[in-house]
């Protein structure tokens, strides 16, 4: 029966249905080329409680604190990945890993934010400033 | 309809989008969510005004923020709910060259692009654009899931308006 209904409510699909999807999906795929055009990143941008601070794509793995919760995150090959993290959500854990200039993974209940940024130059400088 | 037959029902579908609020609290994708409530907003629109969809919208929001949410999910779901509805009330007048299913997946859209905005001012700063894309990508799935959903309840919700007894 509830097969039956949904098979329904799908043949009801007009033209601006499809359209409005394609519209959404083409958004989708503007936004996702923006993401991945960047080159691979030489440092990732760390937020975490009200601070930011570069980390060089070196191998390595770290241990952040922000907001009371912590995560652990590992950096190999040129990416960064968070592989454990305390915070209820745990969403940061299961984002993908980062490494092109400009992804980024977030936690919100600990206001973390990693963000890969491109320019080599700049990495090193915020590591010598 | 008789005023208190309507309060009933509008209080009846707030009831509605509350669980919805509760059973989409319970799916694990973080703050992020899929909209599930916005099937209530949806039908409250079509079957009264956009006025008392916007008012149920903000009661929803308010209710289950109290109940089991905290500030920034207050700023994630305002910010979610009031771009979804400024889009149902857009396309709505073009219901039946448009379906509920395409509503709802440019509602979907509009609810993660406001809830992305929203986490912006958030964290202060651009950073969560770079997830927009996945999100909206996943509005698609939710908005087609929401929209059949919808499609389904308005017209048992309509057989029961008009009086039916076997709705």
Redesign the interface.
Known sequence: MSIF??GV??M???L??????L???A??????A??FMGESGASVLV?ANGYTYPLLMTDGVHVIESAGYHFTIEISDGSCNVTESDCP???CAAMPAIRRA???I?C??A?L?L?VDGSEKGAIDGVAG | MSQAKKITFLALLLGAALILSYVEALVPLGAFKIGLPNVAVLLICKLFSRRMGLLLSLARISLSTLLFGSVTAFAFSLGGGILAWILIALTLPFYGKISFIGISVLAAAAHNFGQTIAACFVFGSVAPLAMLWWLLLLAVPAGILTGMLAQIVCGRLTHLLNGGKNA
């Open positions: 209904m949904i409510a799908l009801k699909l007009h601006p249905d499809l359209l409005a999807i519209l959404v999906l958004l989708a795929g503007m936004c996702a923006f993401v937020s959500d745990a969403l400009g992804e980024v977030i919100v209940p206001k934010s963000r």
